[in-house]
């Protein structure tokens, strides 16, 4: 007792110590960004502030990237399409700096975060407004896809991130005993990445985070669909870099259109793409001229599976929130509903009632429940899924109502619909929706939804849901997809220590994670003498150039002494090999041709 008293005092003292030092708040500077001319006080009287009618088909490539709200199409403006040669030199400049930076400590680097994180929280309702006037997508959705999401991801790196940077050991081997064997992690250089329109906050942050605290430098081109919210946010890093004494042009913010993202993948170290699988097609080609690595997070047609032994209105809440995430416009949620047999009419029931609730109109007006489509005609797109759903015997049972919208501005909203007798021929349980549309289909048992919920090119993610925890598992555990949420939707994403990518159409390499951090390195395998006295490779005698006649036998000697699989045949062979290294002088091979 009188032994472990005083570490039992000890130990007490340093958790006090330790919840003490959580109370006083840290010193973490402020930064200044100015937000002008992105704020909607309903005092603007600029020129420029007009409907904007955006061209029906398929959009120019011109050298300028049009800017509009899809809720209310006012005009924002514009940003200029970055050229080839432009990007280029956006390129070199951040290669330069990033020769500066990757010396850079991680207290700097954690600085950086840490002011980033304090400008997040105190400008919340800014970052959620100023998304929400880009994409269309409410402030609720704006604030959980992209303000929580970010701070996580922030919070994990300042906790973990420079501890799966360091060399990390590994287990040196048999023959390897004298040696000591580790992984060291390099900057690669310059990320490029390139983002999609539907999280115009967390797209551009996710990415550059990572790179810059693994000390690389980034240049990311955001989409022509989300230019206008994507400047304003280049100001909130460029600030906090500039705080933190960063080199200057370490992070780019880049639009355009074809030309400008295929002449980033042809200039930067590694490149990042967030979107469709047909683009990711084409940045793999462009990608494979100068061999670097690529990461891409493409489409999904995720399963959200309930079971029948569920607690239903917590689950319908779940899954409704699932299939409209982010305004049902611009996530790739859940998409494909698969709902026992014994529940299907309580829970499309359920679903009917809340989806019949939902007002859908101007977000910032009266905070709807449902902002716009984001993309022009895609709209469109949608209707011609659920028509081709009707004409093989699909029924719409319940749609949300629109709210006071424009006559201009109509085409940019589509109502949240719930679909049943829903199948596996019709375009809208293959194709990527990316809309808030619930097709619900009935199965029988475990073996049907496995089947039914592989049955797709994509393979992001999936929710299973279940009152018996180890039947979700077991479903998910066979389920051909890159996440796994068990009674639960979208959780593993805000886990930040989890890698995030799929399978099949939907991608392959993963951001996010352990995995997405170092996947921005260079990974070096190092082998180094260990601090051993008088112990130095050296080449045994018999393998010794010229090679002796018995070089093979204690080659074989060698080999089942510290490999064999029983102890007395590897303490008999490896007393052969101390008997053949003990010969003295024995013959070279050749020597015996000379004779």
């Known amino acids: 007792m009188a032994f472990w008293w005083p570490l039992l005092v000890l130990g007490v003292a340093f958790v006090v110590c330790r919840f003490l030092l959580m109370l006083i708040p840290p010193s973490v500077p402020s930064i200044e960004v100015d937000a002008s001319d992105v704020l909607e006080d309903g005092s603007q009287t600029k020129e420029n502030s007009f409907i904007y009618i955006p061209r029906k088909g398929k959009v120019p490539q011109t050298d300028k990237v049009q800017c509009y709200e899809p809720a209310t199409m006012k005009y924002l403006g514009y940003t200029q399409a970055s050229t ?138 955001v989409s022509e669909h989300a230019s206008w919210s994507g400047l304003f946010y280049f100001r909130i890093i460029q600030a906090a870099l500039a705080a933190v004494g960063a080199p200057d042009n370490l992070v780019h913010i880049i639009t355009g259109f074809t030309e400008t993202g295929q002449a980033l993948v042809s200039s930067v170290d590694k490149i990042i793409f967030v979107g469709s699988p047909g683009v990711g097609k084409m940045i793999m080609q462009k990608a494979s001229e100068t061999l670097i690595p690529v990461t891409l997070v493409l489409g999904g047609k995720d399963a959200f599976i309930v079971c029948e032994d569920v607690d239903l209105p917590t689950v319908v809440q779940v899954a409704i929130r699932g299939a409209l995430q982010s305004s049902g416009q611009n996530c790739a949620g859940a998409e494909r509903f698969y709902v026992h047999e014994r529940i299907y009419p309580d829970f499309v029931d359920k679903i009917v009632t809340l989806v019949k609730s939902i007002s859908v109109g101007p977000p910032l007006s009266g905070r709807y429940d449902m902002g716009a489509i984001c993309v022009q005609e895609h709209s469109e797109k949608l209707q011609n899924l659920v028509n081709d759903a009707l004409d093989k015997g699909a029924e719409i049972v319940g749609r949300g109502n629109f709210g006071h919208l424009g006559e201009d501005a109509v085409d940019q909203f589509f109502p949240p619909t719930v679909i049943v007798n829903v199948d596996h021929t019709m375009k809208l349980m293959q194709v990527e929706t990316f809309g808030p549309i619930i097709p619900i289909m009935k199965f029988s048992s475990d073996e049907e939804v496995i089947k039914l919920a592989n049955d797709s090119n994509y393979g992001l993610g999936c929710a299973v849901f279940s009152g018996n925890q180890k039947r979700a598992i077991a479903i998910a555990s066979q389920l051909h997809c890159g996440v796994a949420a068990i009674n639960d939707f979208a959780s593993t994403y805000m886990c930040q220590s989890l890698p995030f990518g799929g399978v099949k159409h939907s991608g392959f390499g993963r951001f996010a994670g352990v995995e997405g951090l170092r996947a921005c390195c260079l990974v070096k395998s190092v082998v180094e003498d260990r601090w051993w006295p008088y112990i130095k490779t050296v080449i045994p005698k018999p393998i010794q150039y010229p090679v002796a006649e018995n070089a093979f036998e204690f080659q074989q000697s060698l080999v089942e002494a510290l490999y064999g699989l029983n102890v007395w045949d590897r303490l008999r062979a490896l007393t052969s090999v101390v008997k053949i290294i003990s010969e003295k002088s024995p013959k070279p091979v050749n020597a015996k041709k000379r004779e």
């Open 84 to 221: 080839p040669d432009e990007v280029k030199e956006h390129v070199a400049q951040a290669r330069e700096a990033q020769k500066i930076w990757a010396s850079s400590s991680f207290r700097q680097r954690r600085e950086f975060l840490r002011i980033l994180l304090k400008y997040i929280i105190d400008h919340q309702e800014l970052i959620c407004e100023v998304s929400s006037r880009d994409t269309g997508k409410t402030m609720v959705d704006a604030s959980l896809g992209e303000i929580m999401t970010t701070c996580e991801k922030i919070t994990w790196l300042l906790a973990e991130g420079e501890r799966w940077l360091k060399p990390e050991y590994r287990s040196s081997g048999h023959s390897m005993l004298h040696k000591r064997a580790k992984v060291e992690f390099y900057p690669l250089g310059v990320i490029g990445a390139i983002v999609s329109w539907n999280y115009p906050f967390h797209n551009v942050f996710n990415p550059m985070l990572v790179a810059v605290f693994s000390g690389n430098a980034a240049v990311i081109k």
